[in-house]
T-cell receptor
Framework: KQEVTQIPAALSVPEGENLVLNCSFTDSAIYNLQWFRQDPGKGLTSLLLIQSSQREQTSGRLNASLDKSSGRSTLYIAASQPGDSATYLCAVILDSGGSNYKLTFGKGTLLTVNP | EPEVTQTPSHQVTQMGQEVILRCVPISNHLYFYWYRQILGQKVEFLVSFYNNEISEKSEIFDDQFSVERPDGSNFTLKIRSTKLEDSAMYFC???????????FGSGTRLTVV
């Protein structure tokens, strides 16, 4: 059974700092990995999607990397801003070979960026 | 940018009552999903739906739950007899192809009292 772990559970940084959020998964046979942002009481906003054949994806100040063999992904946020404060969720889809591609989520990292 | 729309945003119901949560997926998407998140816990998979039938369901998705795509645009989750432990945020999601990732709706917060 796929397990997804995110470390740290919470992170507080001053504005402007670069930071890294970590995600690990137990089964490396994944189809893809998606990072989401969740604001309190709100829905999930997709940030980056990495296919299993890719090593990284970038969008603005965000960069996500994927190392399938070691079961790890990182989300790098450059020059953090108070508006980046949210919970960041990592989710993987197992490559089961069938038609079902459900996401398995980590519990998330609660990021607080202090002005 | 296309969105997945969920209604209502918040629903309060009495234990034992039936509730229907509604979703309008992105129009050209083929795969539809319901997830839920109990307060403070992980987002959990409930059910996936493709080609007008359930393709996979979790152990949470018991006989009290059902899904429908009644008219080609709406996608609904019905809970027949709600329990206190059904209180959670319910998310609908859709995907065009498996490789293109998911788009989630903003969720329905269900409170069972």
């Amino acid at each position: 059974k796929q397990e997804v772990t995110q470390i740290p559970a919470a992170l507080s940084v001053p504005e402007g700092e670069n930071l890294v959020l970590n995600c690990s998964f137990t089964d490396s046979a994944i189809y893809n990995l998606q990072w989401f942002r969740q604001d309190p009481g709100k829905g999930l906003t997709s940030l980056l999607l990495i296919q299993s054949s890719q090593r990284e994806q970038t969008s603005g100040r965000l960069n996500a990397s994927l190392d399938k063999s070691s079961g790890r992904s990182t989300l790098y946020i450059a020059a953090s801003q108070p508006g980046d404060s949210a919970t960041y969720l990592c989710a993987v889809i197992l490559d089961s070979g069938g038609s079902n591609y459900k996401l398995t989520f980590g519990k998330g990292t609660l990021l607080t960026v202090n002005p | 940018e296309p969105e997945v729309t969920q209604t209502p945003s918040h629903q309060v119901t009495q234990m034992g009552q039936e509730v229907i949560l509604r979703c309008v997926p992105i129009s050209n998407h083929l795969y539809f999903y319901w997830y839920r998140q109990i307060l403070g816990q992980k987002v959990e998979f409930l059910v996936s739906f493709y080609n007008n039938e359930i393709s996979e369901k979790s152990e949470i998705f018991d006989d009290q739950f059902s899904v429908e795509r009644p008219d080609g645009s709406n996608f609904t989750l019905k809970i027949r007899s709600t329990k206190l432990e059904d209180s959670a945020m319910y998310f609908c999601a859709s995907s065009e192809y498996r490789s293109l990732g998911y788009t989630f709706g903003s969720g329905t917060r269900l409170t069972v009292v």
